[in-house]
């Protein structure tokens, strides 16, 4: 069974930088793409960043980009996620995810680890 374990969220002021860490275990072999997802209070789940295993291409949304950096370490299993310029909108639990195998949506989640920025 994959876990994906998340590390690196905490209580930082505006304009600070963060950085989130995802390790994967079990069968990673056949990953086909790891993203980040957040949730903020009262609102939806929402895509962040991912990026392709094999090419390493990347996607961000729009609210993030030119401040995030995704990332990935083939050889430890394992995605970070830089955050840069952070404001309070970003505070969120984010949420490690993976695309293992056949399908075609993010079959594993990790628990998410907690953002806050303060202003």
């Known amino acids: 069974q994959v876990q994906l374990v998340e590390s690196g969220g905490r209580l930082v002021q505006a304009g600070d930088s963060l950085r989130l860490s995802c390790a994967a275990s079990?069968?990673?072999?056949?990953?086909?793409?790891m993203g980040w997802f957040r949730q903020a209070p009262g609102k939806e789940r929402e895509f962040v960043a991912q990026i392709q295993w094999r090419d390493g291409s990347t996607t961000y949304a729009d609210s993030v980009k030119g401040r995030f950096t995704i990332s990935r370490d083939t050889a430890k299993s394992a995605v970070y996620l830089q955050l840069n310029s952070l404001n309070t909108e970003d505070t969120a639990v984010y949420y490690c995810?993976?695309?293992?195998?056949?399908?075609?949506?993010?079959?594993?989640w990790g628990q998410g680890t907690q953002v806050t920025v303060s202003s």
């Open positions: 079990g069968p990673t072999f056949s990953t086909y793409a």
């Open positions: 995810a993976a695309r293992i195998g056949r399908s075609i949506d993010y079959n594993y």
